[in-house]
């Protein structure tokens, strides 16, 4: 562990309060005296400055104290080596980049934490021409002094870049960070000197949104940490998934900043975060956040055996502390995105050789790692390869690490992006100082800003990485490579399966995203036909849920589509059936029943017709209305004919002429009786002034046409506004062909109205029954009017309560047994006597028994 005694010197200068910059420096102003951060230094005509968290993190809390760094990190010591490396390539390659002009370098352990991230800038901006000058000048209104240092390269995490751009800027010194990937940084308002060499997130996560959905997944959970990179990644991330809500985002969890740390705060939250993730239904896990927050993740998916799809982001994506970690198969599959690797040839040397004739005088870093990691010293070769790992490695009391074995760490991503972030910075001063090959036109006294703005305009290819700056200060050019873990071995291999471009385009192998096996983990995936995947209980868990009536699933979770206007689903769900279309069909039998009534008493009624004409001028014709009878007669007709117009699939024809023409075919048959009757009582009665007043009706034109014209009035208003008219009715498997009535007031108006005169008919021919009538008249329209009536009362609730194509059967039987109740008992008997009892129907006939009636009654026939 490398501690650090931060000490803060109060400055001498006077300073303004309205400056931040002085504010800040109140607090960390270094005047003099060494700071006691991992140093490394070395002259030259102009000094580039190194920022890199060679320690990871430090044991900050919440109380007061001593700031320790903890956590070697062997490959960001690496990064700093290879800005050793690129500046000492730039010097002495031949030709010369920048000829008779020197780099120096003066790096800083900042030990991945901001406080000691602005003391080591601060360090940096000073006037090194004089070492115990503050970096405020004596007047606040003066000037800031102009920096020895002229560009800085890292930090690493984007939470520490924000805090060094933000003084950076105050002297105009560019930064150019190899790993900081925050889009904040973008932001050129605030951050107007900040540069870099890795694209920012913002193409990251597009970069990942779009992977997720080439492979299908459909539930993602997102971990991010409460800093710059973490907020920023799991909030984009966030937006682009909600855009289009695929994937569905099952939970996003921000880690804290204590979350690593072996407490017990820290412990319940990786705990609450490991449930959370053992409970998720997501098919990949995202987790945005730093290296050692995912080294505990990864830990505990170990431990618990979670196997899920892992997404890491280019933090921890190529890391070998947690590819190495013990058991890591049981964590599950692992996809990531880095920034594109480039072998850096040439540096594995280095590496190897750096430590030959070191003396420990100028690289306080080099120095520091000899003293954590003495080089080891094998007995044998076959030794080496096996003992490559800081925990295997072991000389004596304390780990050991050969230079061949370090050589292993170098990663190809950030190694390159340090080393592009040095030939940048070459490539600027090339263009400021207008050098050639021979010799540059310009001196070294250029001011920080000069050297900014040639920066910002580079245009160069180095290692067939070509290096162009939006006005962002982002890499055009640049993209990732999707890499994926490859545990099928001892050793798991970190390899790259495809790439991505800030174009958008992406490329990744076709046969493996055809054979990824996608699982969703705690809710059903697949169904069975007639049912389909529903979001229920869990925020992104679908469950089967079986298709509604009327709707069908062909399987495998398909949603349910609604079957066609004519069709039903079957009772599994899993396709659509033809519904059955039900009207009255002709070839029923008890519709054949119907038709057969319906034929003979048309036969029956025109035969009547027939002897009502051969016999037209005889009494009994007379008796019965004389020509009345044939407008009955006719009625009668019409009223089993109408009869067939109740059967077949209904049309608007059919139903316009079934119970409106009915109504009024049947009331002019009602209005001829009624004429009838009235001819009886007038031809009857001698009470004079009775028989005046009856005899005022007694008349049957008139009496027809007023009665009938009535119905006629009502069927023909029911016609016109609400007439009835065709009604399908679907149920649940069928289709039911009926006719609606239209109007329910004309229609129960046309059944009373008839009604309201077959009681009337019954009435008059009730009281007519003690009249001497020798053809029974009055008694046999007593009889079918009653039978009229009580048909038509019980028809009534039958027709309003019955459902199905038989209620327009039951309609037509009861206009049938009307009908036949008069053609049977008012009409029959007299054409019985016209063919059986000739001898009755004649007048002398009825005279006798109208003489006969008389007498035995005891009255006179005249008065």
């Not at 409460?226 to 809500?245: P, Q, V």
């Not at 019965?624 to 009869?643: I, R």
């Not at 027809?704 to 009715?729: E, K, M, N, Y």
Request: proline share 4%.
């Amino acid at each position: 562990m490398h501690t650090v005694h931060v000490v803060f010197y109060p400055c001498t200068s006077t300073m303004s309060l309205s400056w931040l910059f002085v504010s800040i420096v109140g607090l960390f102003c270094p005047c003099s005296g060494e700071n006691g951060l991992l140093h490394a230094y070395s002259s030259g005509d102009i000094i580039i400055g190194g920022l890199f968290p060679i320690h990871s993190r430090t044991n900050r809390s919440t109380m007061p104290g001593s700031l320790a760094c903890h956590d070697y990190a062997v490959q960001s010591f690496l990064h700093s080596q290879v800005m050793i490396y690129a500046i000492r390539e730039i010097n002495e390659r031949t030709p010369r980049v920048l000829p008779n002009i020197t780099i120096g370098y003066d790096i800083y352990d900042t030990c991945g934490d901001v406080s000691f991230a602005i003391i080591a800038t601060l360090q940096l901006l000073k006037n090194q021409s004089d070492p115990q000058s503050c970096l405020v000048p004596a007047s606040s209104q003066s000037a800031l002094t102009e920096p020895k240092t002229k560009a800085v390269i890292g930090e690493h995490s984007s939470e520490v870049s924000i805090a060094v751009a933000r003084v950076v800027a105050l002297s105009s010194v560019a930064q150019i960070s190899y790993a900081s990937t925050s889009e904040i940084l973008s932001r050129k308002l605030k951050f107007p000197t900040f540069l870099r060499t890795i694209p920012s997130d913002e193409f990251q996560t597009r970069g990942i949104a779009e992977m997720v959905r080439r492979y299908n997944w459909k539930t993602v959970a997102i971990v991010g940490s409460d800093d710059e990179y973490g907020r920023y990644g799991s909030d984009n991330l966030e937006n682009i998934f909600s855009e289009t809500n695929d994937p569905c985002i099952d939970f996003i969890s921000i880690l804290p900043d204590y979350f690593s740390q072996n407490d017990l705060k820290a412990h319940k939250t990786q705990a609450e975060l490991i449930s959370n993730i053992n409970k998720s239904s997501a098919e990949a896990v995202i987790l945005f956040t730093k290296e050692v927050n995912v080294a505990v993740i990864i830990e505990a998916a170990i431990k618990y055996n979670l196997n899920r799809t892992w997404i890491a982001s280019d933090t921890w994506s190529t890391s070998t502390e947690i590819s190495a970690l013990p058991g890591i198969k049981m964590a599950g599959e692992v996809f990531g995105f880095i920034s594109k690797r480039n072998e850096l040839s040439g540096f594995k040397d280095y590496v190897i050789s750096m430590f030959n004739g070191f003396n420990g005088t100028m690289n306080g870093i080099l120095e520091d790692y000899l003293t954590r990691y003495p080089l080891c010293s094998y007995q044998s070769e076959e030794n080496r390869e096996s003992n490559c790992s800081l925990t295997n490695s072991q000389q004596g009391s304390k780990q050991c690490l050969d230079p061949s074995c370090l050589a292993t760490y170098i990663d190809q991503d950030l190694v390159y992006n340090v080393y592009l972030a040095v030939q940048v910075i070459a490539e600027g001063l090339r263009r400021l100082l207008k050098c050639d090959n021979h010799k540059c036109e310009r001196n070294t006294k250029f001011t920080a800003l000069e050297l900014l703005m040639e920066i910002k305009r580079v245009n160069f290819t180095v290692h067939n990485s070509h290096i162009v700056f939006d006005h962002n200060g982002d890499p055009t050019s640049l993209g990732y490579d999707i890499i994926y873990w490859n545990m099928t071995t001892e050793l798991t291999r970190i390899t790259t399966i495809g790439e991505y471009w800030p174009s958008g385009e992406i490329k990744v192998p076709n046969d493996l995203v055809q054979n990824m096996t996608v699982t969703v983990y705690n809710c059903s995936k697949t169904c069975q036909p007639g049912q389909q995947l529903k979001k229920h209980g869990k925020k992104c868990c679908y469950d089967c849920v079986p298709c509604a009536d009327g709707e069908f699933s062909v399987g495998n979770g398909a949603e349910c589509k609604p079957c066609g206007l004519k069709e039903y689903s079957s009772p599994q769900r899993d396709r659509c059936l033809n519904k059955t279309v039900e009207f009255l069909e002709r070839s029923d039998p008890f519709v054949i029943f119907l038709s057969c009534l319906e034929v003979f008493g048309i036969i029956v009624t025109i035969v009547f017709a027939i002897l009502f004409i051969i016999n037209r001028s005889t009494p009994i014709v007379k008796a019965v209305g004389g020509y009345l009878c044939f407008l009955e007669l006719f009625s009668l007709l019409a009223c089993f004919c109408l009869t067939f117009s109740f059967a077949g699939k209904p049309t608007v024809a059919s139903c316009m002429a079934g119970l409106p023409l009915f109504g009024i075919v049947f009331s002019l048959c009602i209005s001829c009786i009624l004429a009838n009757l009235l001819q009886i009582l007038v031809g009857f009665n001698f009470n004079l002034k009775i028989g005046s007043w009856i005899e005022k009706f007694n008349q049957p034109v008139l009496v027809v046409t007023v009665v009938s014209g009535i119905q006629v009035a009502l069927c023909v208003s029911w016609l016109c506004f609400h007439p009835p008219l065709p009604d399908p009715r679907d149920s649940n498997q069928t289709i039911l062909h009926q006719c609606h009535k239209g109007s329910s007031y004309f229609f129960i108006a046309m059944l009373g109205y008839n009604a309201l005169l077959a009681l009337i008919c019954f009435l008059i021919a009730f009281k007519g029954k003690q009249l001497p009538d020798l053809y029974k008249n009055a008694s046999l329209i007593t009889v079918s009017m009653l039978l009229f009536l009580i048909v038509w009362i019980f028809f009534i609730p039958i027709y309003i309560t019955m459902i199905g194509e038989y209620k327009r059967a039951i309609e037509s039987a009861a206009i049938l047994i009307s009908s036949y109740s008069i053609l049977g008992c008012h009409l029959a008997p007299k054409c019985y006597i016209m063919v059986f009892r000739k001898e009755i129907n004649n007048k002398s006939a009825i005279t006798a028994y109208i003489r006969k009636h008389y007498e035995q009654t005891g009255e006179a026939v005249v008065k």
